[in-house]
């Protein structure tokens, strides 16, 4: 039976207490110090009075029937009555299965305030022996997230909220890094709920991260060992210099102050001090905290091997390693510690004290200054070494380690070595982030490569080598090309040629060499004049939409020819504008956001602007998760688990291909043991039957893949498949279509790369790389700053001079006030075809270099009519937001060999 009652206990008689009788039985009356009057029962002895407790306690049967004695915390009989009311029903729930013992559980905590459960997570990470440093960082980010986004309690937790914070410190220029740091923190927080029962789940472990690579705040470099020689020579002497330099007078600069022997002497040892702290920290790759954290009982010097005992507790990763000490640094640190002895002794016979046989064991080895970033600050510039080079890389005292990494690489250290010396987890952070290109000798690595002459002296050396002609030699020695399995429909000519001739073609297309076989060398060189010169015509506003060059044909037979792309250079807007002749000279694409020059051969992580393989592999891992969620239950009781057998995956509509790296990464996600063969390309043009993949691996991997590989090629190509019926439509014109914004919430940089893929271009990826002032933004701006004039102005004060400005207009006021303040680009919105070729007359007369850009109501019937105003750019949100799937189908064969 469930009930509430007040619990009791025992203490000692109070003093002076009087006992009394009462309805026959012997109680205790006193007054306590607030001069309140007390009335108690007696034990049976009558040495101590029986009290009750102030609050309530409940006594009911758990969801597992056991008796349970809760305090209810209330001093209320009726609240008492509630809470017990609460927990018995959550115990019947859990009886009768409608609730589990996890939320049951779970249930208590949420009505905790969140500081008692931050203050436990903080108990926690002391029980894991983190540093304070990092308890007390967690501590103030868990708080200042909670006070910011009101997490009140863990029910209060959400990712939303999160989110915009994140995004909101993005805009207020908060580093990438740190905004990882308040993130980490309370997703960590999370993970440690889940695992102590006080959540089900992590609401905030998709919260993404920040791209630190694409934000770093401080990029440090390596100092040459020129640098080194003259910071060292410095350090030591510049502490002596200072003090004997004549600060005011005639003589203001000379080294001619007096300075005692005692002070000598002092800043003497403090100059060895602090260059022998520089040496060791770029000679062992120590952190500052960890060289501070040394002592001389650490130090194993007279081994074969001189080496350093570091403490995991003072090292960052906190597992304890040996540092290996070179032979010239034991000597300077022998040196350095027989002097320490010697100080110390001297000391010790001015105090009249025993004189020491050995440095005490917990002796620090230096005395690591707190201000150390600011000695070494002075020390450079007394050394005549920039704080910061001309492309803003910076030296401070963890950059000594950089310079650690540095140079074991430039002295031809393998890279699994060097990442064991640096002791880091991962090899990339050893060789991408430790280590300084800018030193590596790249132009004398390219003397290992064979010496290729280009005339007939390597014919007459194999000649005399082997008595025969080297031709012939070359073709006993060709392997023998073989008939491709496949036979071309009998509509189409046969191709004799095999797949490995078929590549060689691409790759000599994608170098120039398809060209320069079909034309003379006049035209070779005038080519290469005409390009030169265009080269020099380019504006410094180039498209930040920069794309691949000539997605060429398949090498399979049974594969659609795909459609030939050029790109024909614009004189007019300085940019690259589409065109199909193939009479038309290629232009080398300068290297801009990630793209190749060339674009065929591809590699299978070569993707549009800020698309990368963590990107891929995110969407990849995502789509997997969703759909196969804790596995695929029909395919195990269906299909036997041995089975191996291959798949094509094949158009059953004609279009535009996008989305190959994706479908790769699922493929790889789902099962590592399928093979992938990618026989067509991004952006090349499928016809029905067109096969794009063969796949090869597990049956029951194939067919948990297939949905969502098929779902980002349907989907990806539909979108490039649109837009390369809307560049059609456009063609002859000097417009340029555009995508929008208006994209699949989590898909916009896979959605507008393959709007690149089918041929057009991408507008600004987001509200933080370009501005767009719109007639919202007026509205709402400050009254000096409400027209379109100042709003520009405004913009073009608080901005880096990369950033473009567009302004958009709906009418011909508008539009005579933009071309007058000269913003980058103007957005024409909903505007007629009439109002559209007055706005380009007006533009040609007032200011030519403004780019122009038609908005609203474009559709495949009137964008043709659009170009033909003059506009040199068309937005069209229906390119991600309705574009149809292209029908892709993947068919399974049950035999390995595909028959």
């Known amino acids: 039976m469930a009930t509430v009652y007040k619990r009791t206990h025992t203490n000692p008689l109070p003093a002076r207490a009087e006992i009394v009788t009462r309805k026959g039985k012997r109680v205790a009356q006193w007054t306590d110090g607030k001069g309140k009057r007390h009335t108690a029962p007696l034990t049976a002895d009558g040495t101590k009075v029986i009290l009750k407790a102030g609050t309530y306690t409940a006594k009911y049967r758990d969801g597992n029937n056991f008796l349970v004695t809760r305090p209810t915390g209330c001093r209320d009989e009726q609240a008492a009555r509630t809470k017990l009311t609460e927990w018995t029903k959550r115990a019947e729930q859990v009886r009768s299965g409608v609730l589990s013992a ?6 208590d905590h949420q009505i905790v305030p969140i500081r008692q459960h931050f203050d436990a997570y903080i108990d926690y990470l002391k ?3 983190a540093t304070r440093l990092h308890r007390e960082n967690v501590k103030r980010y868990l708080i200042l997230l909670a006070d910011e986004c009101a997490f009140k309690k863990l029910s209060d937790l959400d990712r939303e909220v999160l989110e915009h914070w994140l995004l909101a410190r993005s805009e207020e220029a908060m580093s990438a890094r740190s905004r990882n740091g308040y993130r980490g923190a309370l997703v960590a927080f999370c993970h440690w709920c889940v695992s102590t029962s006080r959540m089900l789940h992590n609401p905030l472990e998709r919260v993404p991260k920040a791209n630190e690579n694409i934000d770093r705040r401080r990029v440090r470099r390596s100092l040459t060992e020129p640098e080194l020689e003259r ?3 410095v350090a030591r002497t510049r502490p002596l210099q200072e003090a004997q330099t004549i600060r005011r007078g005639e003589r203001k600069g000379q080294l001619d102050a007096n300075v005692k022997p005692k002070t000598r002497d002092r800043l003497e040892r403090l100059g060895h001090e602090r260059a022998l702290i520089y040496k060791t920290l770029v000679l062992t790759g120590l952190r500052k905290g960890e060289l501070a954290s040394l002592t001389v009982d650490q130090l194993v010097l007279d081994a074969p091997r001189a080496y350093v005992i570091l403490h995991a507790r003072d090292e960052k990763n906190q597992k304890g390693s040996y540092i290996f000490i070179r032979d010239d640094l034991v000597q300077d640190l022998t040196l350095w510690l027989t002097k320490k002895l010697e ?19 917990a002796t620090p080895l230096f005395y690591v200054p707190t201000g150390l970033v600011r000695i070494l600050n002075r020390d450079m510039k007394a050394a005549g070494i920039p704080k910061i080079d001309g492309q803003g890389r910076t030296v401070d005292v963890h950059a000594m380690r950089t310079t650690f990494g540095t140079h074991l690489s430039k002295g031809g250290v393998t890279p699994r070595v060097a990442q064991s010396a640096m002791r880091h987890s ?4 050893t060789m991408n ?6 030193q590596l000798d790249v132009h004398g690595a390219l003397n290992v490569l064979p010496a290729l002459p280009l005339d007939n002296r390597a014919e007459e050396k194999a000649k005399q080598q082997t008595g025969t002609d080297a031709t012939d030699s070359v073709a006993e020695l060709a392997p023998p ?7 071309p429909p009998p509509d189409k000519p046969s191709d004799s040629r095999t797949n490995t001739d078929k590549v060689q073609e691409r790759d000599d297309i994608a170098n120039g060499a398809h060209q320069s076989a079909t034309k003379p060398n006049g035209d070779k060189d005038e080519e290469r004049k005409t390009n030169t010169d265009k080269k020099e015509e380019w504006s410094e506003r180039l498209d930040l939409n920069q794309r691949p060059l000539d997605p060429q044909s398949s090498a399979l037979p049974n594969c659609a020819t795909p459609r030939r792309v050029r790109w024909r250079y614009s004189s007019r807007e300085h940019r690259y504008a589409q065109a199909r002749r193939p009479d038309q000279k290629q232009v080398p694409i300068p290297h801009r956001m990630g793209y190749s020059k060339c674009f065929p051969p591809v590699k299978e992580d070569l993707m549009g602007p800020t698309l990368d393989t963590r990107y891929i ?9 969703e759909d196969l969620g804790s596995g695929d239950i029909t395919s195990a009781s269906v299909v036997p688990e041995d089975l191996v057998c291959t798949a094509q995956i094949v158009a059953k509509q004609p279009g535009v291909l996008a989305g190959i790296a994706f479908a790769r990464a699922v493929c790889a996600k789902v099962d590592r043991r399928i093979r992938f063969n990618a026989l067509a390309q991004d952006s090349f043009s499928i016809d029905v039957g067109s096969e794009i993949v063969r796949l090869e691996g597990p049956a029951r991997s194939l067919l948990a893949a297939e949905r969502p590989a098929l779902n980002f090629l349907q989907h990806l190509s539909g979108i490039a498949t649109l837009t390369a019926r809307y560049v059609e439509r456009v063609y002859g014109s000097p417009a340029k279509i555009m995508d929008t914004r208006k994209t699949t919430p989590g898909l916009r940089l896979a959605q507008k790369y393959a709007v690149a893929a089918g041929g057009g271009y991408n507008h600004r990826l987001g509200l933080h790389d370009m501005v767009l002032i719109k007639d919202n933004h007026l509205a709402l701006a400050r009254p000096d700053e409400a027209s379109i004039n100042q709003a520009i102005s405004a913009a073009r004060d608080g901005l880096k001079k990369d950033i473009q400005i567009q302004v958009e207009v709906s009418d011909m006021d508008q539009l005579k006030d933009a071309l007058d303040a000269g913003p980058d680009l103007i957005l024409l919105d909903n505007m007629t075809a009439s109002m559209m070729k007055e706005a380009v007359q007006m533009r040609d007369t007032r200011a030519p270099d403004i780019l122009l850009e038609a908005s609203g109501n474009v559709s495949l019937k009137t964008v043709g009519g659009i170009a033909e105003t003059g506009v040199d750019r068309i937005s069209v949100g229906a390119l991600t937001h309705s574009a149809p799937a292209l029908d892709i189908a993947l068919y399974i064969n049950a035999d390995a060999d595909g028959s």
């Open 102 to 107: 996890a939320e049951d559980r779970i249930a």
């Open 127 to 129: 029980t894991k022996e």
């Open 231 to 233: 910071l060292l020579a």
């Open 343 to 361: 100080y110390l002794r001297k000391e010790s016979r001015a105090s009249g004290e025993s004189l020491p046989a050995r440095l005490p064991p």
């Open 426 to 429: 991962c090899i990339d952070l």
């Open 433 to 438: 982030v430790y280590t300084d290109p800018q």
């Open 481 to 487: 090309r073989s008939t491709p399995k496949s036979t």
């Open 617 to 625: 592999q995110q969407l990849a891992a995502q789509a997997v998760e």
